[in-house]
């Protein structure tokens, strides 16, 4: 084969190449929805099956120090909203980071089975790659339009009610209280996901 290639020939390489990803990406995002509820039920069981349905009686003082409102308050959906997929996506994306950024801290208290606490994290991390290569809702330049101040607001109110969660851990020092009390208060959240996954719709075309 010749070390140069004509320009022409170049350009059908690259062009193929560009189809081939291209086809590659959208037979990945069909069914995005189904593959994001798959995932969060898997997440939510895994959670579920290592945590107590209940708060331990010798943390119930703890319990209340921590007095989090409502999961399902932390945001709410305008399901009339002409940017609510965009929201659902941002909403869903952002809980499942700050889920991920609370399992990172330090855990030697946690009473896991086998390697479940490892498949529940490479778990969220398939869930968020998914969301980035099904078309991620992101900030546009015009920070002041209308969209991008809806899509601040929910990362913020998500940042915020998580930031309550971490704030608390390292207050108590990673307790085995403080850390069966932050779980506890985490399962909702993919109950709420998985509310947020409705908005999604099943196939995302991908811009290239």
């Known amino acids: ?20 990803l291209g086809d590659i990406s959208c037979q990945n995002c069909n069914q995005l929805q189904r593959k994001l509820r798959k995932a969060n039920e898997v997440n939510f069981n895994l959670l579920s099956s290592n945590i107590r349905s209940t708060i331990p009686l010798q943390c119930i003082r703890d319990f209340i120090e921590l007095s989090l409102e409502d999961t399902e308050k932390i945001i709410m959906i305008d399901m009339n909203d002409e940017c609510q997929v965009d929201i659902a996506k941002t909403a869903v994306k952002e809980i499942l980071q700050q889920i991920d950024l609370i399992f990172r801290q330090n855990h030697t208290e946690l009473v896991w089975h086998g390697g479940s606490l490892r498949d529940f994290r490479i778990g969220l991390d398939q ?69 947020y996954i409705q908005r999604i719709p099943s196939k995302v075309t991908v811009d290239f």
Not at 1 to 20: A, Q
Not at 172 to 194: D, T
Request: aromatic letters at 12%; charged letters at 25%; proline letters at 2%.
């Open 127 to 195: 869930q968020i790659k998914m969301l980035e290569t099904c078309g991620d809702a992101e900030l546009e330049q015009d920070i002041t339009s209308s969209r991008n101040w809806k899509l601040q607001l929910t990362r913020l109110r998500i940042k915020r009610y998580f930031q309550r969660l971490s704030d608390f851990l390292r207050n108590k020092k990673y307790s085995w209280c403080a850390w069966e009390i932050v779980q506890i208060q985490i399962k909702p959240c993919f109950q709420l996901i998985n509310h």
């Open 1 to 20: 084969f010749s070390s140069k290639l004509d320009l022409p020939v170049c350009c059908l390489y690259i062009c193929v190449g560009i189809i081939f």
